[in-house]
């Protein structure tokens, strides 16, 4: 008998409850969840720039693979890279978010998915999860990470692992300095101060794909251009 | 249409089910009105249920029961704010569950299928809504042929004959089917018919889950190893007796052949259901639908009776004795 079979193809993720499935990498395709998503990160990003003067200095290159590696200050610093970029680039982005953070609870995942672009990221078995994107990346054609190295917004050195790691893999490494995002929400205060200015500095590619290098020269581009009161130049 | 004759002094299934009327509610307007009828009764099963289980100790049985505590309240509520609600309900839930079938097929891939179903699903509870039962019955044909019109609009032959024909079970169960929940509601002949379906076929599934446990000893399907022939039996017999006790309030001018087959219905098409989708998960390889009703696996698991049993009692009953809008 001749005749092709029906070839059943379920999704992987339908035992997961539904902060983990907003929370993998990569995503399943789901209508609902990918439009709330379009239609988020738009809303965020006109929320933003309606509260804020935003300064923005040098470019981003169109690559298909590009790891945005921002000093982290505060919660709004997700928003200010991705209200800056134009739509084309915003929707590739996928920012990783402390899983013990953002995607221990429904609400969270929710939020930190539709308006942030977030997947999540396990901090608390970092070794393991490392190796799970070491193994993952290589398999990945196109797209664009934005992670915050320091791991923290109370930190500014990087770790290097997950950076490291999208290095090695043939990520373009782009050193991004935000200034001001820590005067407009700073840690600890309950609510942002509106009004403020914030400025999103795009350096150029680092190429090198040693971890200690990358370390170092992303802490020397933070350094020149992580506050407001540094005099404003271009990227180097 | 045929004439209503509505059986008299038949309140005793409401004594029998020890449902005593509340401060200001006599037993003749409780049972004479099937919304508060089964409203009572369902916080009675339920509360009864509870009771049984902290003292049988039945191993796993608290959580189902506990998500009956919010599915419960949820169906009622909206059957209670009126038909909008209601349909409004139906609908959500139709494209949750098909959502459902489309991921653990595979379907869900193909996003242009995906929306022509969710578009059946919309219309048919719309104009189940409005009440035009002409509209209702062609939807399926006109979704079918929008359907056909994917692969020639793709211009796509691979695996083109796979996802239509999911495509097709997804307009037939979650669009048509599913929507005859919307439209008992519109019947003229007031709630009962939909709350008799709805809480017994429900009922049904419970029953012969908790047979075959108790005396299920042989299996009568390889679709569904779980189901049992004393289950099943035992589940059937309990339902028709349980719909001969509320004939009287749900549907009074029925004859006894016609509550027989009411009965009959529920039990046998919600096997038929269950089964039909059981056959769709054993084919995908997967245990449950879903993971959003914790103890019944997926919405679809908690519906796939009632996609059969809420069409084949509506036009049953429409068809012997009217009331449905034309």
Known sequence: MSGARFEYEPFPDLELPLAARLGQYPRQPDLFYDTARALGRRAAAVFFRSQFRIQVVGQVPDVPRLALMPNHQSHLDTMAVLAVLPERYRRRITVLAARDYFFERRAGAIAASLFGQAAAFDRGAELAELRRWARLLPQVEAGWFLIYPSGSRKRLEPHSGLAGVLAHAGWTVLPVGLAGTAEAWPVGRPLWRPFRTVRVTFGDAIETRDTRELAAELLAFWERHGRLDQPQEGPS | MASVQPMLGCVWPARALGVMPEVGVGLDELTGDPLRFYTVAAVVTVVVTTGLLAVLRIPGAWIPLRTWFLILPIALGAIWLGQGAWTVLVAVVSIL??????????????????????????????????????????????????????PIVLRRTEGMLQWFALSVVGVVFFAYFLAHLSYLYASSLGLGYLLFVLLMTQLNDALQFIYGKA????????????????????AGVTIVVLTFLQAAIAFPWVPPLGVLAAGLIVTIGGQVGDLTMANVKRNAGVKDFGSILPGHGGLTDRLNSLMVTAPAFAHFMGYLFGGFPS
Do not use: C
């Open chain 2, 215 to 234: 005396f299920g000893r042989h299996r009568w399907t390889p679709i569904s190893p779980n189901k049992t022939v004393e289950g099943s039996l035992l």
């Open chain 2, 97 to 150: 569950a098909f959502k459902e079938y489309a991921r653990v097929t595979g379907l869900y891939r193909q996003p242009l299928f995906v929306v022509l179903v969710y578009g059946a699903v919309i219309t048919e509870n719309f104009f189940a809504f409005v009440g035009r039962y002409d509209v209702f019955m062609a939807i399926p044909t006109w979704a079918v042929l929008a359907l056909a019109l994917v």
